[in-house]
């Protein structure tokens, strides 16, 4: 904010003091919010006695790959020395099939809660946007019940389902606040036409929806691949995703912590997201924000 | 008939994921809530006990400790993300050159799994190999950081773990309403001759209201819900230091065999999240409605 009196030098020089301590914090804060990140990528390349005796800030003398060909395909995690490469897997076979779904059931849901409204329809809106909401915890004990009885018990595709059903809420919210505000003249001049419900939502909605799907996509994405909890809860061997993975190498009792290995597995895991998020933060943002204030 | 049909058709097409909210949320709730008022132990079992699930829960040390840390973790966490992102909005809403470098970077925790926040923390605040070791290193031979292994202080590496995590969320919260303050507002203050930061205490900050409402919102509610941020970083400990209402229910549940009481864990987290949750989406929708 421009000051009325800058035109006195003193006052003008003070500006530029402030202005330097201004950036400096900034520049503090940018360091704190880096921090982890530089630890993890510059300890990843390391041998583990440079860790073990060096210090942790220190770029690496002697440069190895090794830990992340270790991370990647031959760590022990569990049992099994796979590394983390058949959980990756695991995660994709899990993330697309649930973010593909949630994403097109919460289009349809918010295409009819604004455009055709029923008696009623304020409660039903109201039911979805709690369940966004509750402790997961709640659900543990039927879900993992449920999914016993329909056969789906450590399987990719009952993740899919918890994670379709358990997404259902944020995905209708965002397309239900972003269909409120489009015209629903042109719903209506496109009814007279001839327009029946679904061409309507083709022809007419789904065309302007790109900016929509793509924060509902990539809401669902970070979520969903960052899930620890019902993986946990609810995974096998052949299903357990890459952060339960990540944890079991990590916390794993036995043997020597290699520290080098855990970081590279660290940042395999923060990969996917973090490239979303480079590719498309404006995008990221946008589903925060739209996740926390309506509208 | 055709027509009868298409008046329908909405409701049909509805209809799936609604039923499946109703199952998978509310039905799940309530089976949960008959758990906690009946004597389940390794599996669900359908005898009633009335509260004694809750009063054995209520009676339990661990319980305790939870709620406590629950309460000092989320009071701080709370209070220092609210804090810190206020602090660099208004920082950053100083027409700063590289905004658009700055920004990206104080968010971009938020796109990381808390597992992966989690284990780089951990070992970061490890004193055989991070910070302590680092000082060490450097000279500072008395300096002196073991806080994730000391029971008295290991919550507090979860705050600082959480804090870095969430704060830069926060920050563009409160940035997106920094610019939405009408200019004309600021510009009237500073023709009174008021300074910039009594402006943005008296005027700008007081403007915040929403913001500072939707946050705690959000902040309060992950609180709640924090689990696996503790796991990756302290697993509870040391001891159960750093247990949580997640991770006791968690082990009550299927490790402890005492599902029942479990169940009444479960209840009471969803209690504290309702009696925040609730008021707020009512007041969201009201408001909605009326504009």
């Known amino acids: 904010m421009s000051q009325s009196n800058s035109s006195n030098p003193t006052a003008a020089n003070r500006r530029v003091w402030l202005r330097a301590l201004l950036y400096a914090v900034l520049l503090v804060f940018v360091v704190y919010y880096l921090l982890p990140l530089y630890v993890m990528l510059v300890n990843s390349f390391k041998p583990l006695e440079e860790i073990r005796g060096g210090n942790m800030l220190a770029l690496p003398h002697i440069w190895t790959f090794e830990p992340w060909k270790a991370a990647w395909s031959s760590a022990q995690i569990g049992v099994q020395p796979t590394g983390l490469k058949p959980y990756f897997i695991n995660s994709i076979m899990m993330v697309v099939p649930a973010v593909t779904l949630s994403t097109l059931l919460g289009a349809v849901n918010g295409y009819v809660l604004t455009k055709w409204q029923f008696p009623g329809h304020g409660l039903v809106f109201a039911m979805i946007l709690l369940a966004c909401f509750i402790p997961f915890q709640i659900v543990l004990i039927p879900m993992a019940r449920v999914l016993g009885i329909l056969g789906l018990a450590g399987s990719t595709p009952g993740l899919v389902l918890v994670h379709l059903v358990y997404g259902l809420g944020f995905t209708t919210l965002f397309f239900r606040n972003y269909y409120a505000a489009f015209p629903t003249e042109l719903v209506r001049a496109a009814q007279m036409d001839g327009a029946n419900f679904f061409q309507v939502f083709w022809r007419i909605l789904l065309p302007s929806s790109g900016p929509i799907i793509v924060v509902t996509v990539i809401w669902q994405f970070t979520n969903i691949w960052n899930d620890f909890l019902f993986g946990a809860s609810f995974a096998d061997f052949d299903s357990i995703p890459m952060t339960v993975a990540l944890n079991n190498l990590v916390n794993s009792s036995t043997g020597v912590k290699e520290y080098n290995v855990h970081f590279a597995g660290a940042v395999l895991a923060a990969l996917p997201t973090l490239i979303v998020y480079v590719v498309s933060g404006r995008y990221f943002v946008r589903g925060l924000m739209a996740g926390a204030v309506k509208g | ?291």
């Open chain 2, 1 to 291: 008939m055709k027509s009868h049909l298409q008046a329908w058709l909405p409701r049909i097409v509805l209809a799936p994921s609604f039923l499946l909210i109703l199952l998978f949320v509310y039905g799940f709730i309530a089976y949960t809530g008959y758990l906690s008022f009946s004597d389940s132990r390794m599996l669900p079992s359908y005898g009633l006990v009335g509260f004694a699930n809750y009063e054995r829960l209520f009676g339990l040390r661990h319980w305790k400790t939870a709620l406590n840390n629950l309460w000092v973790f989320g009071l701080l966490y709370i209070g220092v993300c609210t804090v810190l992102g206020l602090f660099l909005a208004i920082l950053l809403d100083q027409k700063i050159r590289g905004e658009g470098f700055i920004r990206p970077i104080y968010l971009y925790p938020m796109a990381l799994s808390f597992i992966v926040t989690g284990t780089a923390w951990k070992w970061f605040l490890d004193p055989g190999i991070g910070l302590e070791s680092i000082m060490h290193n450097w000279g500072w031979t008395s300096f002196d950081f073991d806080w994730i292994k000391n029971r008295n202080y290991a919550i507090y590496t979860v705050v600082i773990a959480a804090v870095w995590q969430s704060s830069g969320f926060v920050m563009a919260m409160f940035l997106a309403g920094l610019r939405g303050v009408d200019s004309e507002i600021i510009k009237a203050a500073q023709i009174d001759g008021a300074q910039s930061w009594r402006i943005y205490w008296r005027v700008i900050i007081p403007m915040m209201r929403p913001v500072f409402l939707s946050s705690f919102v959000v902040l309060a509610h992950l609180a709640i819900k924090a689990y696996d941020l503790v796991i990756a970083l302290t697993g509870g400990g040391p001891g159960r230091a750093t247990e949580l209402p997640s991770t006791f229910m968690y082990s009550y549940t299927f490790t402890r065999n005492q599902m029942g009481v479990g169940a009444s864990a479960a209840i009471i987290m969803l209690i504290m999240i309702f009696s925040i949750i609730v008021p707020y989406i009512y007041s969201e929708l009201r408001s909605e409605k009326r504009s």
